[in-house]
């Protein structure tokens, strides 16, 4: 992870001293400064709710395309999951 420098700017947040000691030992247990492992986590956090929304996008989209299965035939599947019958995938 980048250290400070002239492209990074201090963000500050306050944590119970649990959080700060469960932190602590993942930096240390990861050979990793605090600041390093909150980087990550942080960077993670934003990565993982981007592509969250990224994805709501496009399946709404594909609402709106009409491109969807009715409820009825996805629990006839479901229910017929447990019989010597199984129903094929709705599609």
Do not use: F
Not at 40 to 68: K, N, P, S
Not at 73 to 82: H, I, P
């Amino acid at each position: 992870m980048a250290a400070a420098n002239a492209n990074t700017v201090p963000l500050t947040a306050y944590a119970s001293p649990e959080l700060r000691d469960v932190v602590d030992l993942l930096a240390e247990k990861k050979k990793r400064s605090r600041s390093e492992l909150l980087l990550i986590a942080i960077t993670d956090l934003i990565q993982r709710e981007a592509e969250q929304e990224r994805m709501t996008r496009e399946a709404m989209a594909e609402v709106d395309a009409g491109h969807v299965i009715d409820h009825q035939s996805v629990q006839a599947w479901a229910d017929s999951l447990s019989s010597d019958n199984p129903l094929p995938v709705p599609r």
